[in-house]
C-alpha cells in the first residue's frame, strides 16, 4: 500500500498537515507525570555528596555526624556501590584508537571532577539527606588538576589518568585530495582561530529517576527521565548483574532533553545499585547546581582553520585543526568522541570542492565530561566553515550569497560522496537558498543596510548554509559495539470499539513525538487522529527501539508506524471483506469507516467489525485471520544518515558603544523531506535556533585554572530567553528520502546547527567596515569591543 | 536544593518584629519581599536563619507625601512603585527602575525595603536613593534613627542597618520643577543584573549623578557631578571611569565595565539633555 503524498485531498489525509498534540491538554493543565511526581510505599531518596576538588585522592570517609541525623537510613561510599555495580568503559570500536579508564558509578580512591559523586547519603526525605551529606567528612589530598585544553598534551602537563599512558583520548586526521598544493595555487588564503564555548543542555526538568527493586520478582523497575529507555535497560541489567529480562524502564513524561538525557549517569546507576542493595525505592532528582556540574557539558572547542579559493570563489580546500577537551572520563555509552569527529565528518560539508584536511584531537582535563548535546558538532563545524566563506568571499571582494552559489553542490548532483566520505541521497542547496533570500528581501536589506551605515547604524546580515545529519543507522553507535538501536518498532492495534493503540520504540521528550505517530497511524489506518492513543516509553511494553537521538524520531519511528499501521488496515479490510462479501482491495477505511473504495460509500463503522471479531468470532468463517495487531520494524539501510540541509540568515544591529548585538530577525530555509506536522517542524526548527542562538551570544560555562566551575547557577549561566528572540521566519524545500515510504527526515537539530554561525557572519558583516571581527563565542559585548580596540586595560 | 531554616515567626507590628529579632539570638532575618532571601536559602548560602516575616505589616506599605518629602514604606512592592501616581510626579527615577529590575514574577513579590537593606551593589533602587539624596528610616530596640543615603551603603551586602534594626521607610525630597531623571543601564539580557548602569538627575542646583555594579556599593560621583556642573561632558566622563572600581566576572572584566560606565554616562547626557561629548 503506498500513500499519494502529492494529493492533499486524499483521504485520511493527516500526514502534513498540523493537528493538535493529543498530550498538550494533560501537560498545560497540570496532569503530567514526571519522575518527581511519583510517589511509592518506602520510598527513600538519595543525595550525592560531591567532590570540592578538580583532582583529588579520597582518604577516609567519616560518616559519624552525618549517620546521626534524624531520617538518614544508609551512606554508601563508592566501594560499597562498587561492590554491586561494575563499571564501565566509553569506547567504540570504529572509532579507533579511543580510550578512557574504567568509570565507577561513586568515585573510588580518586575524583576527577568538580561534582563527581563521592558518596551517597539515603534518607526519607531529600531535606534530610541533603543535611546528612553536608556532614560527611571526606579526607581528600588534592592532585594537580588538568584544566587548559591546548596544553593538555604538553609534556610539563600532569596525565591525568597514568594508565592511560598520556591525556590523548582520541585524534582523527581525515585527507582527500591534495591539501598542500591547492594552498599553493590559491589566490587567495584566509585563516582563523575559532572558540565555541563550553555548553550544557539547562532541561527544564532536570534529570530524575526512581528505581525500585522487588526480590520476590527479582525485576528491578526505573522510571526514569531518559530519551533511550532500552539502552537504559541493556546498562542496568549488565552492570548489576540482572537479566534484561528482569529491568523495565518506564519513561512518562519528560520535561526537555536535548541529548543530555541520553547518556549513562553515575549518581543515576548508582540509584539503581542502591535500590537494589536497600530492596526499597529510592529517588534522585538533580538540583540546579548539580545539574551545572553534572550534566553533560559540550561544544568545547578550538578550531584552526583555513581555506583557499581561486579567483572566481571557487574553494580549492579546507584546513582544519580541531581540538576539544572532554573532561576526564568518556561518556558511556555513546563516547565523547563523537562531537570531535563530527567536526572531521561535517566542515565543508554543504560545498562541492576536492581537498579536505581535518584533524581532531580530543583530550582528557579534570571538568565536568562532554557527550553529545542537540546537533553534535555541527554548531562547530558550521561556523568554521561558513565563517572562513564570509571571508574569503570579503578577500575577493564577493557578495557572500554569490560565492556560495558557487560552490554549494548543485541540486542535481546526487546522489554524491563528500571529501569527508559522507553519502548524501538528495539535497537542496540551491533551491533553499533562493527560497531564503526571496523570504528575506536580500536585496532590500543590504540596501537598508548601506542607508542606515551612512547614519553611524550599523547592521550585519548573516548567512550559513549547512548540512544535517538524521536517521543514522548502525554505523552511528552499533558497528561499534555498543547495544544502542538504530532500528524501531511500532505495534498498532485496534480495540473492539475501533480505537486504535499504537505502541512506539522512539520517546516523548516534549517535542511531539506522540502527535506526529498518530496523525502517521491515523492516516495509515483511516481513523481521525484523535481515535490514536500512542503509548511511549515502557520497555516492558513497546517494542524495542532506539529512543530520541541523533533526529531520528519522525523518520525511523515514523516509518515503522505507517508500517504497522499500513499492515493493520490490510488485516482489518481482509475480515471487512470476508464480512461484507467483497474483495478486500475494493473497500478501503476512512474516518474510522469501511468504504468502498471506489465510491466512497460507507459499508460498516470499525466499531461493528471489532464487536464480531472480538464477541462474535463465531460468526466469522474458520480459518479467517483476524490479526487486529500488527507490529513492524524500520531500519535505513541504503545510506549510513539521512542527510538534511538548510540555509539560516540573521540580520542584527551592533551597538558600536557598548558592544551589546541587538537580534532584529532570523531566517531559516530547511529541507526535512516528508514533512509530517508543519507547526511540529517549525517550532523545532524554532526552538533549534534559539539554542544556537544561545551559543552565539549567551551561553558559556566558565571554569577557573583549579577547574572551578565559576557559574552554576540560572543567574549567572546565561540561556537565551523570550526578550531578546528575534522574529523567526521558517520556509521548507521537501526533498523526501527514498528509503522509507513516509520520505521523512529529521528536523530537529538544522535550527542549532546554523544559527551560530548565521549569527557570527552577521556581526562580523556589520563589524568588517570598522576592520573588526570576532570569531569566540559567544560574542559578549565585552568580546565585540575588543574585537573593535575600545576597551583598554 | 532544599533551604534549612532555623524557625520562622510573622511579626503583628514593628515593636513584634523588633522584638522578635532580639530575642534570635543574632541568627535573625528579616522576610519581606523574599527575592533574595529565599532564594539564597534555596542554595543553601545561608542556613539555620531566624525567619522574621514582616510582610503582613500594612502599616509599612504604601507611598504618601509628607510634607516637602515623599515617603515610601519598606514592604511597598517594586510593581507598585513602579505603577503608583505619587511616584512618577516627585520620584519618576524609580518608577524608570522598576522597568529594569528582574522579571514580573520578581517585581510583584520584591520590596523596595528589602532592595535597599539587602544592599547588592548591581541593584538598581540602591543607587537610585543615592542620586536622590534619600533619607532611609530604621527602627530597633533603641528607638527610630534616620539614616542618609549617602552614609548607608557600606559595603557588599552591608549596609548601616544595625543588628536587631528593621528598615521602615525611605523619604526622598519631592521632585521641584523642571527636575530630569534618567536611570540608563546595560545588561546581558532583559531583567539581568546589570553590567553597569547609572542614575543621573539634574537640579536647578547641580546635576547628581550614581552609579551601580561598577563597585562594592552604589556610588554618588562626585568628581563626575562636578565636571557635569562645569559643563565639562569629557571630564565627566573621564573623573566617572575614575572614581569607580568595577568587579571583573564571569560576564564582564572590570575594564569593559569602566569604558561601558563611560558611555552610559555620554549617552544618558544626550538623552536628558541633548549634550554630546
Known amino acids: 500500500m503506498t500513500i499519494s503524498f502529492g494529493n492533499p485531498d486524499r483521504p485520511n489525509s493527516y500526514i502534513g498537515k498540523t493537528v493538535p498534540r493529543p498530550n498538550a491538554p494533560r501537560l498545560v493543565q497540570g496532569r503530567g507525570k514526571y519522575v518527581d511526581d511519583i510517589v511509592l510505599p518506602r520510598m527513600a531518596h538519595v543525595v550525592f555528596v560531591r567532590s570540592p576538588h578538580a583532582h583529588a585522592q579520597i582518604g577516609a570517609i567519616d560518616t559519624a555526624e552525618a549517620s546521626g541525623v534524624k531520617g538518614v537510613l544508609r551512606i554508601f561510599t563508592g566501594a560499597e556501590i562498587a561492590a554491586v555495580c561494575t563499571p564501565w568503559v566509553a569506547v567504540l570500536a570504529h572509532l579507533k584508537g579511543l580510550k578512557s579508564p574504567p568509570q565507577h558509578a561513586v568515585a573510588v580512591d580518586r575524583t576527577c571532577w568538580v561534582g563527581e559523586p563521592v558518596a551517597a547519603v539515603v534518607a526519607t526525605s531529600r531535606a534530610a539527606a541533603e543535611e546528612a551529606a553536608a556532614l560527611v567528612e571526606v579526607d581528600y589530598t588534592p592532585l594537580p588538576a588538568v584544566t587548559d585544553m591546548m596544553t593538555a598534551l604538553d609534556a610539563d602537563t600532569p596525565v591525568l589518568h597514568p594508565e592511560m599512558g598520556d591525556n590523548l583520548a582520541f585524534r582523527r586526521l581525515h585527507e582527500e585530495g591534495d591539501v598542500e598544493a591547492a594552498f599553493a595555487r590559491a589566490h587567495k588564503v584566509v585563516e582563523a582561530h575559532f572558540k565555541t564555548a563550553r555548553h550544557t543542555g539547562v532541561t527544564l526538568e532536570p534529570r530524575s529517576i526512581l528505581v525500585d527493586w522487588n526480590p520476590a520478582e527479582g525485576q528491578m523497575t526505573a522510571w526514569h527521565a531518559t530519551q533511550a529507555p532500552h539502552m537504559m535497560q541493556t546498562v542496568f541489567a549488565k552492570h548489576l548483574d540482572l537479566p534484561e529480562g528482569r529491568v523495565r524502564v518506564i519513561c512518562d513524561d519528560v520535561g526537555g532533553s536535548y541529548g543530555i538525557k541520553v547518556h549513562v549517569y553515575p549518581d543515576e546507576v548508582a540509584t539503581a545499585a542502591i535500590a537494589k542493595i536497600m530492596a526499597r525505592p529510592v529517588k534522585f532528582v538533580a538540583d540546579r547546581l548539580e545539574s551545572f556540574t553534572t550534566d553533560i557539558h559540550a561544544r568545547d572547542h578550538e578550531i584552526g582553520a583555513r581555506l583557499a579559493v581561486d579567483a572566481d570563489g571557487k574553494i580549492l580546500a579546507f584546513d582544519i585543526d580541531d581540538w576539544t577537551a572532554i573532561g576526564a572520563y568518556s561518556v558511556y555509552p555513546r563516547t565523547s568522541a563523537i562531537e570531535g569527529n563530527q567536526v572531521v565528518n561535517l566542515c565543508g560539508g554543504p560545498y562541492d570542492f576536492a581537498n579536505y584536511r581535518a584533524q581532531t584531537s580530543v583530550v582528557f582535563q579534570n571538568k565536568t565530561p562532554t557527550c553529545q548535546y542537540r546537533a553534535v558538532g555541527h554548531p562547530i563545524a558550521v561556523a568554521v566553515t561558513e565563517g572562513l566563506v564570509d571571508m574569503a568571499a570579503a578577500a575577493i571582494g564577493m557578495d557572500p550569497v554569490e560565492i556560495r552559489r558557487r560552490n554549494l553542490y548543485a541540486d542535481d548532483a546526487y546522489p554524491v560522496t563528500s571529501p569527508a566520505k559522507m553519502r548524501f541521497e538528495g539535497l537542496s542547496h540551491h533551491a533553499s537558498l533562493n527560497k531564503l533570500l526571496e523570504l528575506m528581501n536580500y536585496d532590500a536589506l543590504r540596501a537598508e543596510q548601506a542607508a542606515l551605515r551612512e547614519k553611524g547604524i550599523h547592521r550585519g546580515i548573516g548567512i550559513a548554509s549547512f548540512i544535517e545529519l538524521t536517521n543514522p543507522s548502525p554505523f552511528m553507535y552499533g558497528i561499534g559495539g555498543a547495544r544502542i538501536s538504530a532500528q524501531d518498532g511500532c505495534t498498532v492495534r485496534m480495540d473492539p470499539d475501533g480505537s486504535i493503540v499504537a505502541l512506539s520504540g522512539v520517546t516523548e521528550q516534549g517535542q511531539g513525538t506522540e502527535a506526529m505517530l498518530a496523525q502517521i497511524v491515523a492516516e495509515g489506518v483511516g481513523v481521525p487522529p484523535a481515535r490514536v492513543r500512542v503509548i511511549t516509553g515502557d520497555t516492558q511494553v513497546t517494542p524495542y527501539g532506539g529512543g530520541t537521538w541523533a533526529s531520528r524520531g519522525a523518520g525511523i519511528g515514523g516509518e515503522a508506524a505507517l508500517q504497522s499501521a499500513l499492515a493493520l488496515k490490510a488485516s482489518i479490510l481482509e475480515v471487512a471483506g470476508a464480512m461484507l462479501q467483497s474483495p478486500a482491495d475494493a473497500l478501503d477505511i476512512r474516518d474510522g469507516q469501511v468504504v468502498d473504495s471506489a465510491t466512497g460509500e460507507a459499508r460498516m463503522p470499525l466499531e461493528e467489525l471489532g464487536r464480531i471479531v472480538y464477541f462474535r468470532g463465531d460468526t466469522l468463517p474458520k480459518g479467517l485471520p483476524r490479526e487486529l495487531v500488527q507490529t513492524r520494524h524500520f531500519i535505513t539501510s541504503d545510506y549510513p544518515f539521512a542527510f538534511t540541509n538548510g540555509v539560516q540568515a540573521s540580520y542584527l544591529e551592533v551597538d558600536t558603544g557598548t558592544g551589546e548585538v541587538k537580534l532584529l530577525k532570523h531566517w531559516c530555509v530547511e529541507d526535512c523531506g516528508r514533512i509530517i506536522n508543519p507547526q511540529l517542524v517549525d517550532e523545532q526548527i524554532r526552538g533549534g535556533i534559539v539554542q544556537g542562538l544561545g551559543g552565539a551570544l549567551y551561553e558559556e560555562i566558565h571554569y577557573d585554572a583549579d577547574g572551578q566551575l565559576l557559574n552554576g547557577s540560572m543567574a549567572d549561566y546565561l540561556v537565551p530567553m523570550a526578550a531578546e528572540m528575534p522574529d523567526m521566519i521558517v520556509g521548507h524545500v521537501e526533498t523526501p528520502t527514498m528509503e522509507s515510504a513516509l520520505g521523512a527526515k529529521g528536523a530537529g537539530e538544522a535550527g542549532t546547527a546554523g544559527a551560530p554561525a548565521a549569527v557570527m557572519n552577521a556581526i562580523n558583516d556589520a563589524l568588517r567596515p570598522m576592520g573588526a571581527q570576532v570569531t569566540a563565542m559567544p560574542f559578549t559585548p565585552e568580546r565585540i569591543l575588543r574585537a573593535m580596540g575600545q576597551i583598554e586595560d | ?277
Open chain 2, 1 to 277: 536544593m532544599k533551604a534549612l531554616a532555623g524557625g520562622y515567626a510573622r511579626a503583628r507590628d514593628v515593636a513584634h518584629a523588633v522584638d522578635l529579632l532580639a530575642k534570635a539570638d543574632g541568627m535573625g532575618r528579616v522576610l519581606a519581599g523574599g527575592q533574595s532571601l529565599i532564594a539564597a536559602m534555596n542554595m543553601r548560602l545561608s542556613t539555620g536563619d531566624m525567619l522574621v516575616d514582616i510582610s503582613r505589616i500594612d502599616a509599612l506599605r504604601g507611598v504618601t507625601v509628607d510634607g516637602e518629602s515623599l515617603r515610601i514604606g519598606a514592604l511597598t512592592r517594586h510593581a507598585d512603585i513602579g505603577a503608583d501616581p505619587l511616584v512618577a510626579r516627585h520620584a519618576p527615577l524609580l518608577a524608570q527602575a522598576v522597568q529594569h529590575i528582574a522579571h514580573a514574577a520578581i517585581r510583584n513579590r520584591g520590596t523596595i525595603g528589602g532592595s535597599l537593606a539587602h544592599a547588592d551593589p548591581a541593584a538598581e533602587f540602591p543607587a537610585c536613593v543615592l542620586a536622590l539624596g534619600g533619607t532611609i528610616h530604621l527602627q530597633g530596640p533603641e528607638g527610630a534613627r534616620t539614616v542618609a543615603a549617602e552614609d548607608f551603603f557600606i559595603d557588599i551586602f552591608e549596609t548601616a542597618i544595625a543588628e536587631g534594626e528593621i528598615l521602615t521607610a525611605i523619604t526622598l525630597p519631592l521632585a521641584e520643577a523642571g527636575e530630569q531623571h534618567l536611570l540608563i543601564e546595560t545588561a546581558r539580557r532583559s531583567g539581568d543584573y546589570a553590567l553597569a548602569g547609572l542614575c543621573l538627575v539634574k537640579r536647578a542646583a547641580g546635576y547628581r549623578l550614581s552609579a551601580f555594579s561598577v563597585g562594592p556599593r552604589p556610588v554618588l560621583a562626585v568628581a563626575a557631578m562636578e565636571r557635569l556642573d562645569a559643563g565639562d561632558v569629557a571630564g565627566a566622563v573621564a573623573a566617572l571611569r575614575a572614581e569607580i572600581d568595577p568587579p571583573g566576572d564571569t560576564q564582564a572584566s572590570a575594564a569593559y565595565r569602566r569604558h561601558l560606565a563611560g558611555v552610559l554616562l555620554t549617552r544618558a547626557l544626550h538623552d536628558l539633555t541633548g549634550e554630546t561629548a
